[in-house]
DNA sequence: AGTAAGGCGGGCA
DNA sequence: GTGCCCGCCTTAC
């Protein structure tokens, strides 16, 4: 466990229900925009997921991505959130992107 | 403790 | 839109 997971699975929990991001601006976030994979993979091996709506954080490209549980699983909670998906990907994407503040960290 | 391989991504060609 | 390469973190040997 390294300050930058920490970061991160600090800043996915905060993520509020509708509303998503992507790895990209969550390692960047957490002090690290190039560590966007190691972002993920903080989620995938992340010590607390109760706490981590890891199904709320996406691919930058509008993809949802990957899923420990599967992928469809996380489709089925993106829509019952209020996020419209079409063919496993984002529809509108930046409509829904959550935002992180400075303090967030 | 050090080295090598893997993973839920991002960017460029 | 697809394919390839890169960089970062975590885990296993």
């Not at 109760?50 to 709320?56: A, D, L, Y």
């Not at 993106?78 to 419209?84: F, Q, R, S, Y």
């Amino acid at each position: 466990m390294t300050n930058f997971s920490k970061k991160v699975l600090n800043l996915t929990k905060q993520i509020p229900k509708g509303k998503i991001t992507t790895y990209k601006q969550l390692a960047a976030a957490a002090g690290n925009p190039q560590a966007s994979r190691a972002a993920g993979n903080a989620l995938n091996k992340n010590t607390r997921p109760i706490i981590i709506p890891c199904h709320r954080v996406i691919k930058s490209t509008g993809k949802v991505g990957g899923y420990s549980g599967g992928k469809e699983k996380k489709l089925a909670l993106l829509k019952k959130e209020g996020i419209p998906i079409k063919e496993g990907r984002i529809i509108n994407l930046k409509h829904h992107l959550h935002k992180f503040k400075k303090s967030d960290a």
